[in-house]
């Protein structure tokens, strides 16, 4: 080459053509090149707002513009179907958010919006390749064709952007030789081929992105504050958003706060779909709104569930209080100092978290929470603020529901979130209505109205009675009167009567006062059908004030992917080295240990009232693992509380926080727990461990990723490391609480974020996780294909959110396995035979379970078998009471929270949500 053509930016041969900006920041080469072209391919870096920075008006011109990119995609992401496309949508959307400068977005809007207009154009299309298909397409290079027949092809670090030519060493190698376009047309080609088209959605979030504006709470309309204040959320940056049936929940909130002034509502949806995301929200959007204090009640076991979910999702902080320390504890673990008890009034943050157990103890901190006014209440699993019930004697209300309706009066809000009432006693239903119509009685009504009374209406609701006289349909209607808006003959009652606004809850009227179209039309209502259901069953206040929806209805609506589970061991092709029947096989030390827990539980009960209940916590504990057992039995003859980093991780972790001095009452059977920790010290070995690795390598669960579920850290963190040692090259996860989250290598433990954990998870970098319940709620692994139960929950609705950590959203297999270990000889064994007898329906597995087992039922197997007996025959004969007009909570107004344009403030969110209650 002459030496001459180094000095200058262009240096030309036959057919070649060198450019480097090294001699010119000026030169666009790309821009001349595309002036008349007829078709333009590309092989470019990432996809960035910048793509098209220097050439727009060109390639706007170009009849035909094709652009292959890099992605952050893994092949066993691209897979065909609806689930990968999600998946794509959903890692395009996280890639491009998570480079998202709030300041360059603000500067560079108008780039944004002529990105928008030349995707929308419909001559421009954009692929994008996994990253094994094309680790990282780091050659850039194109083919540009004219209308004569020509072409050119470039290759080099040529970069559109006018910092790239400005800022950057360039330099870029021009052929117009048949062979030399040929030969990139052809890498163009395969490349394309192997490609994804970038997802609509993404292109959506780019135009948003142009026009979206910084709003204040007070500009915002009150309806939509909630996708304002989610847009930009966690979950939406992720690429996730709320479900429509959760948005219809939101929606449903707000409506019944413009309605009634105050919202009340049960919200009964299954396990699996969301309850606790619906739930979250409304209390965002309550706060905001400056409704005032937000309380939610909950289990201890589920504290940190709603804290993490509120600030991983939501970014909203929270608080929890700490019964056993009187102190909050902030979202990110760090304790607050009070004055005692009495500063659960005095929560830190606008959201605080309680749990209902300190009710239930009826604790000193009761009197100071019903001393103070809230703009929200929550009740989580409020399933078991219900009466007792005993055959021959009067219905008695439990600490809980006491509380619950006298808390009722002093909160504007209540939402209450339960188990699917189809389970439940028709009167246990009423139980929590009851709680709603407190100081609401636009619920079921004043003192005389039938609504009231399950007896009177319950086959009004079935449909088994028809209501066609005059009288007494109005006497249903007058009290509770139903809302203006809900239908038109409701519009013509309140014209009638001269009632103003859009509610009025009651009226001592007669229906002679009406207007006589207005009593036709009522009893052509009574006489015809609304969506095949009689009048009363589809109006009437439970329908208005319950909302359930159902994870078969939402997958035959097309909602939800239908996924089966495979359960293991199979009884046909068990494994005779690890199984007896479906149970594990024990040693003859684990059985002596387990005998010896019978004995303190027995010798207790006779001198302490509930140890039945303490019993039933102490066999899970010993059932869940050697370690377990172990570190349960240390715990209680140590007579200690719950170390500051630990969580509540069942009851019997809840007993203790909240009444310390129970551990003195078990000096005298303290001989028992230490021939328990004879024994299993005596052999240490676990046959769940050897089991967990015969499924993780003979059946090759670990190939396409695996998470292992235990209700206990002790547990979890034993099997992390023990699998760490067999299997020294695989990083395996734990993912607990805070600070309790981080992987094993070789038996080596480092502290990480559980944020880091879910990242790596999704990128396939870690396939082997193990998590426990109470770190796992929002926990989406739908990359991996297996799920092994390590101990077992005995209430079905537990197990239902396990298996909805795979089976779920995204997840692209048709089927996960799912394997489940019992010790033999236990009251797991028994409870598990009697369970999975039921579990038939590969794609409803639980279908045919209650949400929760009776803790009765336990030590009474018959009487358990009968239990479900039942259960299956009130689901067969109520199945529609409470979910007539479900189908009307199925969705949303159709409009997409990711496209919000108007977005809240986050300085003023996060000041709202982080002042305390005053």
Not at 492 to 516: K, R
Request: proline share 3%.
């Amino acid at each position: 080459m002459d030496e001459k053509l180094a000095s200058i930016p262009f240096a030309k041969t036959d057919f070649i053509t060198r450019f480097s900006s090294r001699h010119s920041t000026h030169v666009v080469f790309l821009k001349d090149r595309l002036k008349g072209a007829v078709s333009y391919d590309r092989i470019a870096g990432y996809f960035r707002s910048s793509i098209f920075e220097l050439i727009h008006e060109e390639v706007s011109a170009i009849d035909k513009v094709r652009i292959i990119c890099n992605s952050d995609l893994d092949p066993r992401d691209v897979a065909v179907g609806k689930a990968a496309e999600d998946v794509v949508q959903r890692t395009m959307l996280e890639k491009w958010n998570s480079e998202d400068d709030p300041v360059a977005s603000l500067r560079d809007r108008a780039r944004y919006g002529r990105l928008y207009e030349l995707l929308k154009a419909g001559n421009v299309e954009i692929k994008v390749v996994s990253r094994d298909d094309a680790p990282f397409l780091h050659g850039k290079a194109g083919v540009v064709r004219y209308p004569d027949s020509t072409s050119t092809a470039f290759m080099g670090s040529i970069n559109e952007t006018a910092q790239g030519w400005a800022r950057s060493y360039e330099l870029v190698w021009e052929d117009r030789s048949p062979d030399g376009t040929n030969w990139v047309q052809a890498e163009f080609d395969e490349l394309w081929k192997i490609g994804r088209r970038l997802p609509e959605a993404v292109v959506e979030e780019i135009g948003r992105t142009a026009r979206k504006v910084q709003v204040k709470l007070e500009a915002l309309p009150a309806d939509k504050v909630g996708q304002s204040a989610l847009v930009e959320s966690p979950l939406y940056r992720r690429g996730e958003e709320l479900m429509p049936w959760q948005r219809a929940f939101v929606t449903l909130f707000h409506r019944h706060r413009e309605q009634f002034g105050k919202a009340r509502l049960l919200l009964a949806d299954e396990v699996g779909v969301g309850k606790t995301l619906s739930m979250a929200t409304a209390a965002l959007v309550s706060a905001l709104l400056g409704d005032g204090p937000v309380l939610i009640l909950c289990p201890a076991t589920l504290g940190i569930q709603w804290q993490t979910e509120l600030l991983d999702k939501l970014n909203v902080p929270t608080a929890l209080w700490l019964s056993s320390k009187k102190m909050w504890r902030d979202p990110h673990g760090h304790l607050i100092r009070t004055r005692g008890a009495e500063d659960i009034t005095r929560c830190p943050y606008r959201i605080g978290i309680v749990s209902t157990g300190l009710i239930v103890q009826d604790t000193k901190e009761v009197e100071h929470l019903l001393r103070r006014h809230y703009g929200m209440v929550i009740l989580d699993e409020g399933h078991k603020a219900r009466k007792q019930r005993a055959l021959g004697k009067d219905p008695v209300a439990g600490n809980l529901l006491k509380f619950m309706l006298q808390i009722a009066e002093r909160a504007r809000h209540l939402i209450i979130g339960t188990a699917t009432p189809i389970q439940t006693e028709v009167d246990e239903l009423w139980d929590l209505l009851e709680i709603l119509n407190r100081s609401a009685t636009h619920v079921l009504g004043r003192e005389m109205s039938a609504w009231r009374r399950p007896d009177q209406v319950r086959d009004i609701l079935t449909g088994d009675v028809a209501v066609e006289d005059e009288a007494e349909a109005w006497n249903l209607l007058r009290n509770p009167l139903p809302p203006r808006d809900d239908a038109p003959l409701f519009d013509n009652i309140y014209q009638d009567l001269g009632f103003e606004g859009p509610i009025h809850d009651f009226t001592d009227e007669s229906y002679t006062e009406l207007q006589s179209f207005t009593r036709e039309d009522l009893v052509d209502n009574l006489r015809g059908t609304i969506k095949g259901l009689r009048f009363f069953q589809y109006h009437n206040p439970i329908s208005r004030h319950v909302v359930l929806r159902r994870r078969r209805t939402l997958e035959d609506a097309g909602l939800m992917k239908k996924i089966a589970v495979e359960m293991w061991p199979k009884t046909h092709d068990t494994n005779v080295r690890y199984f007896e029947g479906q149970a594990v096989k024990t040693s003859g030390d684990f059985d002596l240990a387990y005998e010896a827990v019978e004995k303190f539980t027995s010798a207790l009960a006779q001198r302490v009232k509930g140890a039945g209940f303490m019993k039933n916590l102490l066999r899970q504990r010993i059932c869940s693992s050697v370690a377990s057992g172990l570190s349960t039995c240390r715990k209680l003859i140590e007579k200690r509380q719950l170390d500051d980093d630990e969580v509540v991780e069942d009851e019997l972790d809840e007993l203790l926080a909240e009444d310390p001095d129970l551990a003195t009452v078990f000096s005298n059977e303290v001989r028992h727990l230490q021939e328990v920790i004879y024994h299993l010290e005596r052999n240490p070995s676990d046959p769940k461990l050897d089991t967990c690795v015969y499924f993780l390598e003979e059946r090759g669960w670990l190939d396409d990723g695996c998470i292992i579920f235990s209700q206990y850290y002790d547990t979890a963190h034993w099997v992390a490391e023990k699998l760490s040692h067999h299997f020294p090259q695989e990083t395996v996860a734990v993912y607990g609480g805070a600070g309790r989250s981080g992987v094993f290598l070789n038996g080596q433990w480092r502290s990480v974020d559980r944020e880091d954990i879910k990242k790596a998870v999704r990128d396939y970098t870690v396939r082997l996780v193990i998590a426990t319940d109470a770190a796992a709620e929002g926990l989406n692994l739908q990359t991996l294909a297996s799920l092994i139960n390590i101990d077992l929950p005995w209430n079905p609705s537990r197990l239902e959110q396990r298996i909805g950590r795979i089976k779920r959203y995204g997840q692209k297999r048709d089927f996960v396995n799912m394997a489940n270990l019992v010790y033999q000889n236990t009251v797991d064994e028994k409870v598990y035979d009697k369970l999975s007898a039921r579990m038939k329906d590969r794609y409803d597995l639980l279908g045919s379970l209650p949400d929760v087992i009776d803790d009765d039922w336990i030590d009474d197997i018959e009487a358990m078998e009968e239990g479900l007996k039942d259960f299956t025959k009130k689901k067969k004969s109520t199945a529609d009471v409470f979910e007539l007009r479900y189908g009307n909570f199925l969705q949303d107004d159709g409009s997409s929270w990711q496209l919000c344009e108007q977005v809240l403030d986050k300085d003023e969110a996060m000041k709202v949500l982080s002042s305390g209650w005053s």
